[in-house]
T-cell receptor, first 112, second 112 residues
Framework: SQTIHQWPATLVQPVGSPLSLECTVE??????LYWYRQAAGRGLQLLFY??????ISSEVPQNLSASRPQDRQFILSSKKLLLSDSGFYLC???????????FGPGTRLTVT | AQSVTQPDIHITVSEGASLELRCNYS??????LFWYVQSPGQGLQLLLK??????LVQGIKGFEAEFKRSQSSFNLRKPSVHWSDAAEYFC??????????FGKGTRLHILP
């Protein structure tokens, strides 16, 4: 069966520091991968999605970037965090051509 | 453009009572429709999905949803709620480009 992992689970970082969040999927090949941010009362905001290695689409211009160095690995990064980057970050995957997405456990990021 | 509206931000029901969470969508073609549930601090779990066919779909944990094209609705129901159903529920619509648009969520509170 397929499993999706995210780490770290929680992170507290000062403003201006770098960020790296990692997401990996097991048990499937060539998945579509997604990064979402969830802020309180604002639902889920799609940040990036990827349909293959090195293929990244950005949905919202911001202080973040994403990379997909391997088929089942998706990384969310920032060079300098802002207070507004605080939130709950969720990674998700779907099979190619399959509509439903499956979510990881999330990372709670607090920028201080 | 696709959109999803969940008109109720909070819903409170007594344990053992029936539940209906409302969802309206906007989409030009036949949509893919989903309901997800999120417990505090966790990722989203897929409850059920509708792609085509029978307009009443059954999901996990005793939930069901009914697709009504004439009303552009996909309401979630459960005949008898349990205290463990307290969570946030998200309705979502999927497009053909491998992306899903989420509503802002309805938080369900259960009274003992």
């Amino acid at each position: 069966s397929q499993t999706i992992h995210q780490w770290p689970a929680t992170l507290v970082q000062p403003v201006g520091s770098p960020l790296s969040l990692e997401c990996t999927v097991e048990g499937t090949s060539n998945p579509n991968l997604y990064w979402y941010r969830q802020a309180a009362g604002r639902g889920l905001q799609l940040l990036f999605y990827s349909v293959g290695i090195g293929q990244i689409s950005s949905e919202v211009p911001q202080n973040l970037s994403a990379s997909r160095p391997q088929d089942r690995q998706f990384i969310l990064s920032s060079k300098k965090l802002l207070l507004s980057d605080s939130g709950f970050y969720l990674c998700a995957w779907s099979g190619p051509g399959v509509a439903e997405q499956y979510f990881g456990p999330g990372t709670r990021l607090t920028v201080t | 453009a696709q959109s999803v509206t969940q008109p109720d931000i909070h819903i409170t029901v007594s344990e053992g009572a029936s539940l209906e969470l409302r969802c309206n969508y906007s989409y030009g073609a036949t949509p893919y429709l989903f309901w997800y549930v999120q417990s505090p601090g966790q990722g989203l779990q897929l409850l059920l999905k509708y792609f085509s066919g029978d307009t009443l779909v059954q999901g996990i944990k005793g939930f069901e949803a009914e697709f009504k094209r004439s009303q552009s609705s996909f309401n979630l129901r459960k005949p008898s709620v349990h205290w463990s159903d307290a969570a946030e529920y998200f309705c979502a619509v999927g497009a053909r480009d491998d992306k899903i648009i989420f509503g802002k969520g309805t938080r369900l509170h259960i009274l003992p």
